[in-house]
C-alpha cells in the first residue's frame, strides 16, 4: 500500500472509534464509515438471539425457523472484540501515555454503560426482581465476568458481561501492543494463524472443566476472549506492515454468511467464536482497505452511519428492553403476530433511547474527556 494511502488509512481507522464529533468524520475528512455501519449489523444480530431466546414466540414452526435462523446471533460479540483490537491497534500513535488511553477509553464506555445500568435497574424492580449488592458492585465494577455463576455475569444488565472483558483489554493493551509490533512482518500471517488455531483449542480446553463451567470458560472468560482482541490487533499490523493480499469484500461476506449458517450443527462450545473468528479477522480488514480505496458499500449510507454510531448504545440497552416489555405486558409465549409486533416495538424503542443515549451521554463525554492529549 502507498505511503500516502497509508497514512490517510490509517487516520481513517482511527476515527471509526473516536467520539469527538459525528462518527465516521473529522476534520471534515472522510473515515471509514463501512466499518462503523457494519457495527450496527453486529449489535442488530445479538438482538435477534435475545429475542430468538426470550421465550416471546410461543413453540411453532415459526419460532423455529427464527431460532435457527437467530441461534447464532451471538458471534456478534465475536465481531466486536475483533474489530476493537484492530481499530485500536490502528489509531495508536507514538508518544500516548497508557494514562490518557484508559482516560479516553472510560470517557467512551462508562457514562453509557453507568446509563443502560441504571435502566436495567429500574426495569428489573419495576418488574419484581431485586439485584444483589455483590451483582451491582461486580457490574459498576466490570469484573462480572470473573465469576462463573451465571447470577453475577449476567446479573442485571446480561449484556455488559463483554464490557468486562473490553476492561481487560483495555487495561492490558498499551502494554501488550509494543510486544506484538516486535513481531516480524513476514511472521505477522503465522501469529494470527496460531491466535485462530488457539480460539479452536479453546472448547476443546473446556472439556477439562466440569460441565457447568464450559460455557462461561469459552463465552464468557476474559483471558479466553481476548484471543479475539489480539487477532485484531495482529490484522491491523498485517495491513499497516503492507501484508494483506487485497481480499475482495464481496469473497469473505460469502465466507462469513457460510459460516454464520453452519454454526448452528457445530457443538455449542464451538458456536460462540471459533466457526464465524476467520471471517471476521478477514472481513474487518477487507472492508477497511475498500472504504480508503472509495469502493461501493451499501454500508455508508447516512443511516447507516448513524445506526453505527448508536449501536454501542443499543447494544448496551435492547436487552433490557425486550425482557422489560416482556414481564411488563406479560407477553411470554405469544402468538406470532402479537410476538412480531412487540419485537419490532423493542427494536424501535431501544434505537431511539440509544440515539438519546448517543445524543446527551456518550458524545457530550467524549467531547469533554475523551480528546487527546495534545503536546508541545
Not at 108 to 130: D, R
Not at 176 to 198: D, K, Q
Not at 226 to 241: C, D, Q, R, T, Y
Request: charged fraction near 15%; hydrophobic fraction near 55%.
Amino acid at each position: 500500500m502507498p505511503t500516502a494511502e497509508l497514512g490517510g488509512f490509517m487516520s481513517a481507522v482511527e476515527a471509526t472509534d473516536r467520539s469527538d464529533g459525528p462518527a465516521g468524520t473529522q476534520d471534515g475528512g472522510s473515515r471509514l464509515p463501512s466499518l462503523t455501519g457494519l457495527r450496527f449489523v453486529a449489535a442488530f444480530l445479538v438482538f435477534c438471539f435475545h429475542v430468538s431466546i426470550s421465550g416471546l414466540l410461543a413453540p411453532s414452526s415459526t419460532q423455529h425457523a427464527f431460532a435457527r435462523t437467530a441461534g447464532a446471533g451471538a458471534v456478534g460479540v465475536s465481531f466486536f472484540f475483533v474489530l476493537s483490537g484492530f481499530v485500536l491497534a490502528w489509531s495508536a500513535r507514538q508518544g500516548d501515555t497508557a494514562r490518557a488511553f484508559w482516560r479516553r477509553r472510560a470517557a467512551k464506555i462508562y457514562p453509557n454503560y453507568v446509563m443502560a445500568f441504571v435502566i436495567s435497574l429500574v426495569g428489573l424492580y419495576a418488574t419484581g426482581h431485586a439485584v444483589g449488592f455483590l451483582v451491582g458492585a461486580a457490574n459498576l465494577g466490570l469484573v462480572q465476568a470473573w465469576w462463573p455463576d451465571p447470577r453475577v455475569y449476567f446479573g442485571a444488565n446480561s449484556v455488559s458481561w463483554s464490557l468486562a472483558c473490553e476492561a481487560f483489554f483495555y487495561a492490558l493493551f498499551p502494554a501488550l501492543l509494543p510486544v506484538l509490533r516486535r513481531i516480524r512482518p513476514e511472521r505477522l500471517w503465522a501469529s494470527a494463524t496460531a491466535c485462530v488455531a488457539a480460539v479452536f483449542a479453546v472448547p476443546v480446553m473446556a472439556t477439562l472443566l466440569p460441565a457447568e463451567r464450559h460455557y462461561w470458560f469459552v463465552y464468557i472468560f476474559p483471558p479466553v476472549r481476548l484471543l479475539e482482541f489480539v487477532l485484531g490487533i495482529l490484522m491491523a499490523l498485517v495491513v499497516k506492515n503492507g501484508r494483506w493480499p487485497r481480499i475482495p469484500v464481496w469473497s469473505v461476506a460469502v465466507l462469513l454468511a457460510v459460516a454464520y449458517a453452519v454454526t448452528p450443527y457445530f457443538p455449542p462450545d464451538a458456536e460462540t467464536s471459533a466457526v464465524t473468528v476467520i471471517p471476521f479477522a478477514l472481513l474487518i480488514p477487507a472492508v477497511a482497505v475498500a472504504d480508503v480505496e472509495g469502493r461501493p458499500s451499501v454500508w455508508r449510507s447516512r443511516s447507516a452511519v448513524w445506526l453505527g454510531e448508536i449501536s454501542f448504545a443499543f447494544y448496551l440497552i435492547h436487552q433490557s428492553v425486550i425482557v422489560d416489555l416482556m414481564r411488563g405486558l406479560g407477553a411470554q409465549g405469544s402468538a406470532p403476530a402479537k410476538a412480531w409486533t412487540l419485537t419490532v416495538g423493542a427494536l424501535v424503542l431501544s434505537v431511539a433511547l440509544a440515539g438519546l443515549m448517543h445524543r446527551f451521554v456518550e458524545v457530550p463525554v467524549m467531547r469533554r474527556l475523551g480528546r487527546r492529549e495534545t503536546r508541545p
